[in-house]
C-alpha cells in the first residue's frame, strides 16, 4: 500500500517525507518541519507517523 504523495528528492534530511509532503501541498519545507518537530515532541506518536509515512510514500523519481 503506497499514498499518491513522493518523498522529496530535493528537500530531505533524513528521508524526505516532511519535503514531500511539503511540495505535494505546495507549503515552504521549513516551516512543515518545524510544525513536524513540535508534533514529533509528542514522545512516540511523531516518530512513529514518521516511520510510517516514510514505509508508505513513493520514492522520487
Given at each position: 500500500m503506497h499514498i499518491p504523495i513522493k518523498r522529496s528528492k530535493n528537500n530531505r534530511i533524513i528521508a524526505g517525507v516532511v519535503g514531500g509532503i511539503a511540495e505535494?501541498?505546495?507549503?515552504n519545507a521549513a516551516i512543515a518541519r518545524v510544525?513536524?518537530?513540535i508534533i514529533a515532541l509528542t514522545p512516540l506518536p511523531g516518530i512513529i507517523a514518521y516511520l510510517v509515512l516514510?514505509?508508505?510514500?513513493?520514492?522520487?523519481?
Open positions: 505535494h501541498y505546495g507549503w510544525l513536524w518537530v516514510w514505509m508508505l510514500m513513493e520514492n522520487p523519481e
